[in-house]
């Protein structure tokens, strides 16, 4: 699985990720012209424009060489209708080698098969190629969100249109400002920086287990005293001094994905498996979570941090090997499926809730990732009751 665990870890810069929302599925209707001219570019695409959802049967994906976690991760793209909508529209390579190695191409050249075959699982061969020559090769064990960030990176860099750049962008992009103030004086430090993932600790700074992702959440948002090694110059006191630093939300996206840390450093300098249980919702309200002065955002911004859970990217097994599988609630349906490289089966809830993790068996298949997306009361889920 991954790095380090631990608050130091915090006071490092965030990954840079990106930076509105991309309206739903209706907007993309709106856009028929353009689709219309992608699809006379390549007649081969013409079936790709439908709802990257379940509507007849769900497709797996094969495992080629230790691509559990790859499969996973796309399945989680693939499910989301936001992002196929921007997918849709991307500008079909001019070249054969162009597309070969072009990532967005190939994904959608997946989600076609995926859509258009009658088999129950596909082969995402090619588009494994395609990131061997970006350096993400077979036979390897990845780390779910280190992937994540590998994918998103060549999506955004490989995407030619700068307004879907941006839309993709804004559909994950969370917007954090850091403050730092000297203990001494009045000097303050703001710096904004934008995420792709929230990377939440699991244990506290006394190595205790944080039990419930609001738990983590109020843990990752509370200030920090920089004391020590840590202590920051201080322009006004000319000098090194004790600071304090705090972080606060700024902007959330539609689609949020937050990273449980599951591991940690042993002694031995071996990553050790956190696998302790730990609870998180199928709503979160973040201003139900937060408080004020962890808030760095207007009433209207504030008023659209209600969220679902859409998905779960679970690992079994340890930190040196294991297997990752996908747990996601389909759009259109509000169900719950399992996608475990080419074998998809819908589940409940209650087999969801398994991934909590247990004390007594690290080695047991707990939640990584956690992707939810923003709630539309003006918009309910057919048979939401269901889901709950």
Known sequence: ??????????????????????????????NKKEIEEVKAKNPKLTSVFGVADLKNEAVGLYNLGQTCCLN???????????????????????????????????????????????????????LA??????????????????????????????????????????????????????????????????????????????????????????????????????????????????????????????????HLKRFCFERSSRTHKLGHFLQFPQELNFREVLTEDQCQADDSEKATWQYELFAVVAHSGSTGFGHYCAYIRSLTECKWYCFNDSEVCQVSWDDVKCTYGRSSLNWRETAYLLFYMKKHPQQPCPGVSECL
């Open 129 to 258: 190629y395609c990131l061997s020559e970006h350096r993400v090769k077979l036979f390897v064990q990845y780390d779910a969100a280190q992937l994540f960030l590998t994918l998103w990176n060549l999506l955004k860099k490989q995407i030619r249109k700068p307004e879907l750049v941006e839309e993709l962008s804004d559909l994950y992009t969370i917007c954090i400002q850091e403050h730092l103030a000297c203990q001494k004086c009045s000097f303050e430090i703001k710096s904004n920086s934008t995420m792709l993932t929230l990377p939440l600790p699991v244990l506290d700074a006394n190595s205790h287990r944080l039990s419930t992702l609001e738990d983590c959440l109020q843990y990752f948002f509370l200030p920090e005293e920089l004391t020590g090694q840590n202590m920051c110059f201080c322009q006004q006191c000319g000098k090194k001094t004790t600071f304090l630093q705090s972080m606060r939300l700024v902007h959330l996206p539609q689609t949020l994905t937050l």
């Open 72 to 126: 996973s991760l796309l399945q989680v793209f693939f499910m989301n209708i936001r992002f196929t909508g921007i997918l849709r529209r991307i500008t079909v390579p001019s070249s054969a080698a162009q597309k070969r190695s072009n990532v967005p191409y190939q994904m959608l050249l997946l989600l076609e098969k995926m859509q258009c075959g009658k088999c129950k699982a596909v082969c995402p061969r090619d």
């Open 1 to 30: 699985m991954g790095q380090v665990s631990g608050r130091q870890e915090r006071s490092k810069k965030p990954e840079v990720a990106l930076s509105e929302t991309m309206e739903a599925e209706i907007e993309v209707q709106n």
